[in-house]
């Protein structure tokens, strides 16, 4: 069963940084796309960054793009979103989510596997 557990979420005040981890587990099959989203309270699950877990190609919401950096390590299995220059708008429950495709998707429902999230709070 695939799994996805993840990390490293927090407080930091406006303009600092954050990297968060996506640790997957029994993903053998290829393709593999990892996807981060977000939700804010009262807000709709946002799509973040993406990742091919084998070609390392990537994809990123047009809010972010310049400030946040989604990578993979391969051997670790694990996926990372760097985010820089934060804004308090950031501030949500941060998920990572799985699915075996060769494109990047940026609708939630087209994932199949999610982790549990972790909060990030960016204060002005």
């Known amino acids: 069963e695939v799994r996805l557990v993840e990390s490293g979420g927090g407080s930091v005040q406006a303009g600092g940084s954050l990297r968060l981890s996506c640790a997957a587990s029994?993903?053998?099959?290829?393709?593999?796309?990892i996807g981060w989203f977000r939700q804010a309270p009262g807000k709709e699950r946002e799509f973040v960054a993406s990742i091919l877990k084998y070609s390392g190609a990537t994809r990123y919401a047009d809010s972010v793009k310049g400030r946040f950096t989604i990578s993979r390590d391969y051997a670790k299995n694990t996926a990372y979103l760097q985010m820089d220059s934060l804004k308090p708008e950031a501030t949500a429950v941060y998920y990572c989510a799985g699915i075996r495709e060769s494109k990047l998707p940026t609708n939630a429902r087209a994932y199949d596997y999610w982790g549990q999230g972790t909060q990030v709070t960016v204060s002005s």
């Open positions: 029994e993903i053998t099959f290829y393709p593999y796309v």
